[in-house]
């Protein structure tokens, strides 16, 4: 399983970005026991986030939101103030 993180382009009206943590694998069976073993049973229903699971493209995907922000200043390094 290799896992990629990845941030949306639209800062909303909240101030908040898309994160995007994609988990990907190269046969269908174990991303379905990851799903079911480590993703289903403990995920919050009400954090907010959004699980998807793409059958076709071996890939588990969960978006959250996150302070903009706060993402353009680790990538800039600047430190909160």
Same mark, same amino acid.
């Given at each position: 399983?290799?896992?990629?993180?990845?941030?949306?382009?639209?800062?909303?009206?909240?101030?908040?970005?898309?994160?995007?943590?994609?988990? !990907?694998?190269?046969?269908?069976?174990?991303?379905? /026991?990851?799903?079911?073993?480590? #993703?289903? %049973?403990?995920?919050? +229903?009400?954090?907010?986030?959004?699980?998807?699971?793409?059958?076709?493209?071996?890939? !588990?995907?969960?978006?959250?939101?996150?302070?903009? /922000?706060?993402?353009?200043?680790? #990538?800039? %390094?600047?430190?909160? +103030?």
């Amino acid at each position: 399983m290799e896992v990629k993180q990845e941030f949306g382009n639209t800062i909303y009206n909240d101030g908040t970005i898309a994160m995007k943590v994609k988990y !990907i694998f190269e046969d269908v069976v174990p991303m379905m /026991l990851f799903f079911k073993d480590e #993703i289903w %049973g403990d995920r919050v +229903e009400e954090s907010g986030n959004i699980w998807e699971v793409n059958r076709r493209e071996l890939t !588990i995907t969960c978006t959250s939101w996150v302070q903009a /922000l706060d993402h353009y200043n680790s #990538i800039i %390094g600047e430190e909160e +103030e």
